[in-house]
């Protein structure tokens, strides 16, 4: 059916470089997309969303990015800082409610 | 804090226990929601409130019973659960089903089933 998942369970990244976590999803329709941070101990917090109509978005120190060719998002987290160690995930909508992917957990080294 | 509130943060019960999960929100949404998160899961839906009306029951255990006494309270009662019933039980909210603005995520229940 239908899903939503990550490439990569764990990445591991250096203080102050720049983190790319990558998304897939199948669901040709789905027109809108979340990238969520979970924190150990905590639910999990929005960071930024994208509509289909656009291919990039920038918050502070993320961007996303969306290539509906070929079903593909990415956040993209520029000097990358020990408080950004988390459970990442996407999420998609295709009109009715939100499906969540699996997860990338972030690790950030010193 | 994220405006959705859960209660309680820890939870140990026994599998004759019943106990029941607790979920507020007053960010004036009208949809709240059960998600069960186990390690190496996605998160599972589970059941899905409109208005106060129940929307989506995801083929969930009967030992598992919601209650939505009204738009900002969302309680989950638990009753003979089981061991795999250990997980973290996240409560959200959003403002419409579509939940174009997002879902707010409580902190969630720690549970575990002895």
């Known amino acids: 059916g239908e899903s939503v998942g990550l490439h990569l369970p764990t990445l591991s990244v250096q203080e102050g470089d720049n983190s790319i976590i990558n998304c897939a999803y199948s669901n040709s329709a789905s027109d809108y997309f979340i990238w969520y941070k979970q924190e150990s101990g905590k639910g999990p917090q929005f960071i930024i969303d994208i509509r289909s109509n656009m291919d990039k978005r920038q918050g502070q120190r993320v961007t996303v990015l969306l290539n509906k060719t070929v079903k593909h998002l990415s956040l993209q987290i520029a000097a990358t800082q020990p408080g950004d160690s988390a459970v990442y995930f996407c999420a998609e909508n295709a009109g009715n409610m939100l499906t969540f992917g699996g997860g990338t957990r972030l690790m950030v080294k010193p | 804090e994220t405006g959705v509130t859960q209660t309680p943060r820890h939870l140990v019960m026994g599998m004759t226990n019943k106990k029941s999960l607790k979920c507020e929100q007053h960010l004036g949404h009208n949809a709240m929601y059960w998600y069960k998160q186990s390690a190496k899961k996605p998160l599972e839906l589970m059941f899905v409130y409109n208005f106060k009306e129940q929307t989506e029951n995801n083929s969930v255990p009967s030992r598992f019973s919601p209650e939505c006494p009204n738009s900002s309270h969302l309680f989950l009662h638990l009753h003979t659960l089981q061991p795999e019933d250990s997980a973290l039980y996240l409560c959200?909210?959003?403002?419409?089903?579509?939940?174009?603005?997002?879902?707010?995520f409580g902190s969630g229940t720690r549970l575990t089933v002895v």
């Open positions: 959200a909210s959003s403002q419409d089903l579509e939940g174009l603005r997002g879902y707010t």
